[in-house]
């Protein structure tokens, strides 16, 4: 492509730095404790990422915008690492649904009865669907937290409602 086709000013446009995942204002930044070593472990990464972009001098437009994102994404982890609140699965109580529990739901009407859903309840920085792993601030979360074993809860999911027994609790990783 000519250079007649692109804008002089490409590296001066600030770069879209996209958000971590939201955390509802005023709500606290619980994590699990292997929640809080991923995130130690990604500002490890992002920290190594940026010295690499420093010591680059190839390209002084395309480094500075590295060490922008570097930077942004940096200040944003930091500020997650520094509200976390550690919760330990291992002080839930057993027969109750917590932060960190583990839960296996049994669908009793409104889907398919006898469906079994199991899901991890961890910090918004943890949740990973593929993983099976919830956030606390998920809606399904919220339902069913305080919850206790062999309990009966309605959760809305989408249009439709579902009844749902909570068939097992546990405190795994614990």
Do not use: W
């Amino acid at each position: 492509m000519s250079r007649a086709f692109t804008k002089e000013d490409d590296s001066l446009e600030a770069p879209i730095v996209p958000p971590r995942a939201p955390l509802p204002p005023g709500t606290p930044n619980y994590v699990t404790p292997q929640g809080l070593e991923q995130l130690r472990a990604e500002l490890v990464a992002l920290e190594t990422g940026r010295a690499r972009a420093e010591s680059n001098r190839d390209n002084e437009a395309d480094r500075t915008r590295q060490l922008t994102i570097f930077n942004a994404r940096i200040s944003a982890l930091n500020g997650r690492i520094a509200s976390a609140r550690v919760v330990d699965p291992r002080t839930q109580p057993p027969q109750e649904v917590r932060f960190g529990a583990t839960v296996t739901l049994r669908t009793r009407s409104g889907g398919t009865p006898g469906t079994l859903r199991r899901f991890a309840i961890v910090g918004v920085d943890e949740a990973s669907v593929a993983e099976g792993k919830v956030a606390f601030t998920a809606p399904i979360a919220r339902a069913i937290q305080g919850s206790r074993l062999g309990q009966i809860v309605s959760l809305r999911l989408g249009p439709k409602e579902e009844t749902v027994e909570v068939a097992e609790i546990s405190y795994e990783g614990a």
